[in-house]
């Protein structure tokens, strides 16, 4: 417990808890969306989007990474539940980066590797509602 308080000290509360949050890990059985994302460091990314009315209805991600992938993936899911695809478009690292305060800035590549995951699933999405048969050859 000791080491985990050290790896918060000096983190925003909302760092802390998009930091430690695990209850959107999880895939989603039969997503509408699905993307994934390695990035330079090695962290890699699967996001998983659930979709009714071109609305963001639920969301899940898989991780192999570190607590601040951990940290961006969860808010990325936090900003976007509840949004239009149009207008999930415009979430960006940014965003991410602002929310959580105290993303340390050399690992805002982080930040990156969620929304490039993230947009690599409403891509999905907006295929599949276009071809419907593509859901059937999802990895």
């Known amino acids: 417990m000791e080491n985990i308080n050290q790896l918060m000290e000096g983190h925003s509360q909302q760092y802390r ?12 059985a039969d997503a509408d969306g699905y993307g994934k994302r390695t990035g330079q460091c090695g962290d890699t990314i699967e996001m998983y989007l659930k979709i009714s009315n071109d609305v963001i209805e639920q969301m899940g991600f898989q991780i192999e990474g570190c607590l601040n992938t951990n940290a961006c993936a969860n808010t990325l899911v936090h900003l976007a539940l509840g949004k239009h695809l149009d207008d999930a478009w415009s979430l960006s690292s940014d965003h991410i980066v602002d929310y959580l305060e105290t993303l340390p800035s ?11 995951a993230f947009y690599l699933a409403l891509k999905n999405a ?6 419907p048969w593509i859901k059937n050859y999802r990895k």
Do not use: V
């Open 126 to 131: 907006q295929d599949a509602k276009q071809k």
């Open 17 to 28: 808890k998009m930091a430690l949050q695990t209850n959107q890990y999880l895939p989603l």
């Open 106 to 116: 050399h690992e805002t590549h982080c930040a990156d590797l969620a929304c490039g």
